[in-house]
């Protein structure tokens, strides 16, 4: 329970307080703590303009089309590419970005965005409302293919879920461009960390040129952007090259002339190009750092080297529609019978944290963070004799003298290969059961994932905004990163109510009872633990840092004199 407390304690440090949540990222005052290289004014330290920086994408975003990317890959660049309405600082503030201002109604239905009139995209044309307003329904759009895996984040707006569902029209959606440079927001109910929302990538503005170019975002040439960056050369699988935008309108803030993200699928070669200087930063979430050298490199290298907590979790998601998984006692044995402790502690070697549930520490509840309000060991227990027991049953439930074949994918990694051995011999030993393990590329990985063509697959989970909300209603029926497939009505129900009211307390009391239905008799899904980001960063390289939700981010970083 050690690491359990001194996890929560530094998150109390860094998570946002307040009934307003915009997030639980790292702060600036607290560099001992978080490991971020924040140097507040930057007065003590001289800027140095110019210069390339580089790090490890670790492999090809599977897309950069803000409508369809859901991972921290796509998330870093679109980061660097794009502004939205809003931006988060390193403390998950929101701040003016591609608004210069908002005006909130009363009730909290209602709010004005006023959009920056030197906003301009990366070929120097207007940033206007409209592109905003196109984005938001093009996500909504029921006839769109493939479909926004993130479209029920726009279900705040009025009318946004019936039009997806194909029950209205575009028009009655709460989104409306009434002048080029005002837009207007409709939402079905309050939500007070909505403003934090329109920094994530699902609701950032698009050029007008993808209207009639579908494969615009899978070409440097045709990626229209409007952030501190814009790309210059994109190599498929190969690299990717920014460079700063002359039309970005906080130019004078991105102090990097270019950004270069190699895709190194091995975390020893990554360690190596970081350690011969081709490299400014390596590690998380993005890159990945060789488990079995960590404990060397945090005391050889302990200028570098830093360990951050945030609001993430690893786990593996059950196929609840395939077998043998359909069977919730199934799922419940494989999930009780695994040693999370000793996978923090024997394998990924990063100070994570065994989780039990499936919200993370550092997201707020009523009154405090909502995991020392529900603690997660309350949710499961690692119980082999109760496990076995299970297995028994739902096999005779199934009819089965004997599993079918059992397949474990995940996506290329050292670490996750390392993870899903020590947990595929934990079923052996412990249920007598092989298991079988498959690795795949990136996009063919999430893509076998999203249409159900697994059994068992590796996933991980960040926070959106500071909200159980945001860990809670991708388990939703037919949401559209519910890969696990599970469909609960009561579990529905809960999550519909907690979104139609401002009550913290009524909101707290459904997310505690939603995570009991998603972990408890039903375990659709495996927690493992919770995330820390383990990471080396050069001495030279200031004000990087890592997000609340895990990603990347460089736009305002420079390298010192």
């Given at each position: 329970?050690?690491?359990?407390?001194?996890?929560?304690?530094?998150?109390?440090?860094?998570?946002v307080l307040?009934?307003?949540?915009?997030?639980c990222?790292?702060?600036?005052?607290?560099?001992?703590?978080?490991?971020?290289?924040?140097?507040?004014?930057?007065?003590?330290?001289?800027?140095?303009?110019?210069?390339t920086?580089?790090?490890?994408?670790?492999?090809?975003?599977?897309?950069?089309?803000?409508?369809?990317?859901?991972?921290?890959?796509?998330?870093?660049?679109?980061?660097?590419?794009?502004?939205?309405?809003?931006?988060?600082?390193?403390?998950?503030?929101?701040?003016?970005?591609?608004?210069?201002?908002?005006?909130?109604?009363?009730?909290?239905?209602?709010?004005?965005?006023?959009?920056?009139?030197?906003?301009?995209?990366?070929?120097?044309?207007?940033?206007?409302?409209?592109?905003?307003?196109?984005?938001?329904?093009?996500?909504?759009?029921?006839?769109a293919?493939?479909?926004?895996?993130?479209?029920?984040?726009?279900?705040?707006?009025?009318?946004?879920?019936?039009?997806?569902?194909?029950?209205g029209?575009?028009?009655?959606?709460?989104?409306?461009?009434?002048?080029?440079?005002?837009?207007?927001?409709?939402?079905?109910?309050?939500?007070?960390?909505?403003?934090?929302?329109?920094?994530?990538?699902?609701?950032?503005?698009?050029?007008?040129?993808?209207?009639t170019?579908?494969?615009?975002?899978?070409?440097a040439?045709?990626?229209?952007?409007?952030?501190?960056?814009?790309?210059?050369?994109?190599?498929?699988?190969?690299?990717?090259?920014?460079?700063?935008?002359?039309?970005?309108?906080a130019?004078?803030?991105?102090?990097?002339?270019?950004?270069?993200?190699?895709?190194?699928?091995?975390?020893?070669?990554?360690?190596?190009?970081?350690q011969?200087n081709?490299?400014?930063?390596?590690?998380?979430p993005?890159?990945?750092?060789?488990?079995?050298?960590?404990?060397?490199?945090?005391?050889?290298?302990?200028?570098?080297?830093k360990?951050?907590?945030?609001?993430?979790?690893?786990?593996?998601?059950?196929?609840?529609?395939?077998?043998?998984?359909?069977?919730?006692?199934?799922?419940?044995?494989?999930?009780?019978?695994?040693?999370?402790?000793?996978?923090?502690?024997?394998?990924?070697?990063g100070?994570?944290?065994?989780?039990?549930?499936?919200?993370?520490?550092?997201?707020?509840?009523?009154?405090?963070?909502?995991?020392?309000?529900h603690?997660?060991t309350?949710l499961?227990?690692?119980?082999?004799?109760?496990?076995k027991?299970?297995?028994?049953?739902?096999?005779?439930?199934?009819?089965y003298?004997?599993?079918?074949?059992?397949?474990?994918?995940h996506?290329?990694?050292?670490?996750?290969?390392?993870?899903?051995?020590?947990?595929?011999?934990?079923?052996?030993?412990?249920?007598?059961?092989?298991?079988?393990?498959?690795?795949?590329?990136?996009?063919?990985?999430?893509?076998?994932?999203?249409?159900?063509?697994?059994?068992?697959?590796?996933?991980?989970?960040?926070?959106?905004?500071?909200?159980?909300m945001?860990?809670?209603?991708?388990?939703?029926?037919?949401?559209?990163?519910?890969?696990?497939f599970?469909?609960?009505?009561?579990?529905d129900?809960?999550?519909?109510?907690?979104?139609?009211?401002?009550?913290?307390?009524?909101?707290?009391?459904?997310?505690?009872?939603?995570?009991?239905?998603?972990?408890?008799?039903?375990?659709?899904?495996?927690?493992?633990?919770?995330?820390?980001?383990?990471?080396?960063?050069?001495?030279?390289?200031?004000?990087?840092?890592?997000?609340?939700?895990?990603?990347?981010?460089?736009?305002?970083?420079?390298?010192?004199?």
């Amino acid at each position: 329970m050690t690491k359990r407390k001194s996890l929560l304690l530094i998150l109390s440090l860094i998570v946002v307080l307040g009934t307003v949540l915009a997030g639980c990222g790292n702060s600036s005052k607290n560099e001992s703590s978080t490991g971020t290289e924040q140097t507040g004014s930057g007065a003590e330290t001289a800027v140095k303009k110019g210069g390339t920086f580089k790090m490890n994408l670790h492999a090809e975003p599977p897309t950069l089309d803000p409508a369809l990317a859901q991972d921290n890959i796509s998330g870093t660049v679109l980061n660097a590419l794009y502004a939205g309405l809003a931006d988060l600082d390193a403390d998950g503030k929101p701040q003016p970005a591609a608004a210069e201002s908002w005006d909130v109604s009363e009730d909290g239905k209602k709010i004005t965005f006023h959009l920056r009139k030197d906003g301009k995209w990366s070929n120097g044309d207007p940033v206007t409302a409209h592109d905003f307003e196109y984005a938001w329904k093009h996500v909504l759009d029921p006839k769109a293919q493939p479909a926004a895996p993130y479209a029920y984040q726009l279900f705040y707006l009025k009318n946004a879920e019936n039009y997806n569902a194909g029950k209205g029209d575009a028009a009655s959606v709460g989104v409306k461009a009434t002048d080029d440079y005002t837009l207007e927001v409709e939402l079905a109910n309050p939500t007070p960390y909505f403003i934090s929302l329109t920094s994530f990538y699902t609701f950032l503005p698009v050029h007008k040129s993808a209207q009639t170019n579908p494969k615009w975002a899978a070409d440097a040439n045709t990626i229209i952007s409007n952030g501190a960056f814009k790309m210059t050369a994109w190599q498929h699988n190969g690299s990717i090259e920014l460079a700063k935008n002359e039309n970005y309108f906080a130019q004078d803030k991105v102090n990097f002339d270019k950004v270069n993200l190699a895709m190194i699928d091995s975390s020893a070669t990554e360690l190596s190009m970081y350690q011969t200087n081709q490299l400014d930063y390596s590690g998380g979430p993005t890159g990945e750092i060789p488990s079995d050298q960590i404990p060397t490199l945090q005391k050889s290298m302990p200028d570098e080297f830093k360990i951050q907590p945030y609001a993430s979790i690893y786990y593996y998601v059950f196929n609840n529609k395939a077998e043998p998984f359909d069977n919730a006692k199934i799922r419940k044995a494989f999930a009780m019978s695994i040693d999370r402790k000793q996978i923090v502690e024997k394998v990924t070697l990063g100070g994570q944290v065994p989780a039990y549930g499936f919200v993370t520490p550092g997201v707020m509840g009523e009154n405090k963070q909502f995991r020392e309000e529900h603690s997660d060991t309350e949710l499961l227990s690692e119980n082999v004799d109760e496990a076995k027991k299970l297995l028994a049953e739902g096999m005779a439930e199934k009819g089965y003298t004997k599993l079918p074949t059992i397949t474990l994918i995940h996506n290329q990694g050292d670490g996750h290969k390392k993870v899903a051995q020590a947990i595929t011999d934990m079923w052996k030993q412990n249920l007598g059961v092989d298991v079988k393990i498959e690795s795949q590329e990136w996009g063919v990985f999430l893509k076998n994932r999203t249409n159900g063509n697994y059994q068992i697959a590796r996933s991980g989970w960040g926070a959106d905004y500071s909200d159980p909300m945001t860990f809670l209603d991708m388990w939703v029926t037919k949401a559209g990163n519910n890969d696990s497939f599970f469909s609960n009505a009561e579990y529905d129900k809960l999550i519909n109510e907690a979104k139609a009211t401002n009550d913290q307390k009524v909101r707290m009391d459904n997310f505690a009872k939603a995570e009991k239905i998603l972990m408890g008799d039903n375990q659709a899904v495996l927690p493992i633990y919770y995330y820390t980001n383990v990471r080396l960063v050069k001495q030279n390289v200031k004000d990087v840092y890592i997000d609340f939700s895990g990603n990347v981010h460089f736009n305002n970083a420079y390298f010192t004199k």
